[in-house]
């Protein structure tokens, strides 16, 4: 059975820091593309990384692009999500996703709890 | 950016109907187009991939059609379990993105 279960999630201050973790079993996790996707209280969802199987391709949105890093350790089988300059905009809930071999012209199969991130003074 | 447009953004049907959602795509995103389910509080699922494959284990009374800019969700008769909100999602090119969604309420 996959299992994706999102840790980090926490009250953060506008401008802080944060770093979030997935970590993944029943599956090769090594073999597989990752994402993270947030949702925004009553919001719908919003892709916001992507990183391949192998960590040499990583994409992201616009709007978290410059400020949020996507990472994996494959030794672990854990993803990251380190996210910087957080502003308000940025309080969600954050899944982790994982695609389908790829993500690109695949999908998004199994999704974790998600962990809540609330970004507020 | 590839938009995508959910409508109607909101239906009250009963069990027993017939509900289609659509999905319009701003630009041809071939077959990548994918729908998920997400009931209150729960987590997203995937009902049907590649614009009307059917993900395993989801019931037949799903399916899914279209291409290019026009998709459609079909649930062929409405269960009390079907009562959430649908997404669809293109995964053609980056940004890989969502539709805004489609509550389905009891009348």
């Known amino acids: 059975e996959v299992l994706l279960l999102e840790s980090g999630g926490d009250l953060v201050q506008p401008g802080g820091s944060l770093r979030l973790s997935c970590a993944a079993s029943?599956?090769?996790?090594?073999?597989?593309?990752m994402s993270w996707v947030r949702q925004a209280p009553g919001k719908g969802l919003e892709w916001v990384s992507s990183?391949?199987?192998?960590?040499?391709?990583?994409l992201y949105a616009d709007s978290v692009k410059g400020r949020f890093t996507i990472s994996r350790d494959n030794s672990e089988n854990t993803l990251y999500l380190q996210m910087d300059g957080l502003t308000a905009d940025d309080t969600a809930v954050y899944y982790c996703?994982?695609?389908?071999?790829?993500?690109?012209?695949?999908?998004?199969?199994?999704w974790g709890q998600g962990t809540l991130v609330t970004v507020s003074s | 950016d590839i938009q995508l447009t959910q409508s109607p953004s909101f239906l009250s049907a009963s069990v027993g109907d017939r509900v289609t959602i659509s999905c319009r795509a701003s630009?041809?995103?071939?077959?990548?187009l994918a729908w998920y389910q997400q009931k209150p509080g729960k987590v997203p699922r995937v009902l049907i991939y590649?614009?009307?494959t059917l993900q395993s284990g989801v019931p037949s009374r799903f399916s899914g059609s279209g291409s290019g800019t026009e998709f459609t969700l079909t649930i062929s008769s409405l269960q009390p379990e079907d009562f959430a909100t649908y997404y669809c999602?293109?995964?053609?090119?980056?940004?890989?993105?969502f539709g805004g969604g489609t509550k389905v309420e009891i009348k």
């Open positions: 996703a994982k695609c389908n071999t790829y993500c690109q012209y695949r999908w998004f199969d199994s």
């Open positions: 590649s614009a009307s």
């Open positions: 990183i391949s199987n192998n960590a040499f391709t990583t």
């Open positions: 999602q293109q995964l053609n090119s980056y940004p890989l993105t």
């Open positions: 630009q041809g995103v071939s077959s990548y």
């Open positions: 029943g599956f090769t996790f090594s073999g597989n593309a």
